[in-house]
């Protein structure tokens, strides 16, 4: 580069090509060390492998809604009713699976590298992200059921607390990021994954008590949020650092 | 870049760079937070989920197909008679999930950055869609039910809506696009969106009373569609606007 | 890139960018036009979309392999053996598509862009592909029925015949290709996409007469593929095109 | 690119245009043959194919995890107590696949091309890798019976037996590589990939007379691996091409 850029400079030239022809072999071993780094560092697979993952989750939900019994002169109100359980557990942990996967596309927004703790937490994460099928699927078979009921809170809270986990580790990780973050802009990344996590643990909670009281929350908790990152937006120029991650 | 172009400008070179890096300091905050809205608003894992999606619905509509009961003496003719009304729906509804993707890439091919209301619409329209399997087991099994034949219609209806409100979303908001389209183009891709709808939405409509055609409405559709392209661009010259999108 | 490469032509640069902006404003449209016909055109996502397919294919074969009834003291030779006709249609059907993704890869390996009727074409080739499982469970469970082998042989013929059609279709039409291929060339991937869909035609005939070759045909097919490659990939040096796709 | 570092050496530059124009209509054809190797030889769809076929075994996996029959006055304990095999054949399961796709991530980082004895032995390694959630659902179902557990062992042999094939093949190939590895870097790798077979191997054979140290040996392993790796990296200073692949 430095000869593009002052090409009269001759003799320099010559000089610096001949130093850094030296120095070149020395330090090809490391350029190939750091460009092997690179390389298993690259967020790309891991990316690959989520979004691969999120696409299936959202898509074998729909496996959970059985073909109802028709019977002539069967109206459209009683098919729809006879699934309407099923559909209203698909539709609940579709919207969830997608503020999963914005949540998800946030935060990797953020990162430039990705080191094997990360790339194992991320899987971790995944895994009780797997186990939302099952969860929606036994939910849309005992809607009314307190157990079912916890089973999917529970299986929401180690959710939250999976992605808590990776906010911590990946922000307390500078090396990792595009840009530092500062103490408030963790502060605030934190509470916005925090915060789900406590409302499904209410909604777990209350689950054996007051069944339809927890089916609500799993069921409002999406309109919360969008609720909530309308109002975060509009405060978007009091409060830049949230505004980032909604 | 100046002094690459103009290498023999030494002094002004110099003086270039020392006040750019006095302003760098400065505006080094502002690139930061312009590069991570670039990551934030990249529609690379938006595609990537779309993709997913369109792919494993495709291949999941093939699990509403049964293997049938086989007897030693069954002929090829009477097996395939069997897995008919399912190898129909099967094939309507991966044309018609064809036609969709089709759709979408050419929208995506307009669209530069995504924002939330652009993220949200798109899972929002994949929610129907994952639907489709669900749907067309539906329609497999109760080939002649008036209800199967609603419920589809009008799953393919909510697909449209949500098709039409994200091309009225993207294209209102030109910083969103490569480039703004004028309001000839824009009228031109908000029709071909709701035509498909309004098809369907007949097709809908007649299943109680003529199930017959409304199963062929939805088959033929993508027959109209084929025909309707050809002849758009046949007409691509006086027509551009049309060309575009088909 | 002309004032980088002669800098010491000044007044030339000038006038070549005083012509330049004159002729951009009218150039602009075009440059945008073409911009966008790049975007419409790139294969990027019509191979994430076959991909997507391939993946999804191969892994549900895996869903026709019941779980077998396992009494205490069965030994595994009873249990595999339980399992064998669902093993060998899954590991058939698997090596089969293996080839189907391998011949894809090298034919868009020659592919620079796609047009309407290329995207169309590979989504009518991935729509027989999809029936792949459930032609693989039919065969896992009746495999010495005449039938279950007529109607997977019948589906890889027409899955062979899509093939030739894209191959006939891209090679035809050379501003789709990264370079034009000779008719050389064209015949011996024309070739190489028949004379699988042959074989398949014959086990398909003989499968009514004589079950048992029919199935060796099709288990048999994937080792004479490997040989034909590498008999091909020896004699490289006379036979330069058929190597290139082998 | 010369011109642009010796911009004064006007003539010169004349001279090596003509002379590059001149070469360049013989070398056009090596140049498009070279192009063509390189797209062939890309290993971005494998790494598509394989990222797509990790990430739907995972989700698949949850398949076999069937909605348990509640009864009113089921308890969290009885209906987690009744899902309990099924759920711990998903988690080992996930797990390995888990490590299965993150040393496959960490192989491609160190390969640059494929040619087609890679390719093959990458689609060959994932066919047993689709059987995993067959295996899954047995093991789950059938978590006390040897056979169940000798197959589960044998599936996970057979999967580390072509992950030594693949290091063996593509490490033995320098032209594949992005650097070439020496016999310490190419033996620890081995070691790396061997060292999982064997255990598994250990955990087919006892499964006979010991069911229960089998199921532990298939449980254990992802621990033993954790531990190995952060013994590895904890020595990272001493043993650079262990940790290379940790």
Not at 172 to 192: M, T, V
Request: with cysteine; hydrophobic share 50%; aromatic share 10%.
């Amino acid at each position: 580069m430095a000869n593009t850029q002052r090409p009269w400079c001759g003799r320099e030239v010559v000089v610096a090509d001949e130093r850094e022809a030296g120095l070149g072999r020395a330090r090809e071993g490391d350029e190939q060390a750091r460009a092997l780094a690179e390389r298993l560092h690259d967020p790309a697979r891991v990316l690959a492998l989520s979004d691969g993952v999120f696409a299936i989750i959202i898509t074998l939900l729909v496996l959970e809604i059985h073909v109802p019994e028709l019977t002539p002169g069967h109206s459209l109100n009683q098919a729809l009713a006879e699934v309407r359980p099923s559909l209203v557990a698909f539709v609940i942990s579709f919207i969830l699976a997608g503020m999963y996967w914005v949540a998800h596309r946030d935060l990797f927004a953020l990162i430039r590298r990705t080191d094997r703790g990360l790339v194992w937490l991320n899987i971790l994460y995944l895994l009780p992200l797997c186990l939302l099928p099952f969860a929606a699927g036994l939910l849309g078979r005992y809607d009314q059921e307190p157990v079912a009921l916890r089973i999917y809170g529970l299986l929401l809270v180690v959710i939250a607390v999976m992605r808590v986990a990776i906010w911590l580790y990946a922000t307390n990780r500078p090396h990792l990021l595009w840009q530092r973050l500062d103490d408030r802009q963790r502060r605030a990344g934190l509470a916005l994954n925090l915060y789900p996590g406590l409302v499904y643990l209410l909604g777990f909670l209350v689950a054996k008590t007051a069944p339809g009281v927890s089916l609500l929350i799993y069921g409002v908790m999406p309109v919360l949020y969008f609720l909530s990152i309308t109002v975060l937006r509009g405060s978007r120029k009091r409060n830049q650092e949230y505004a980032d991650f909604t």
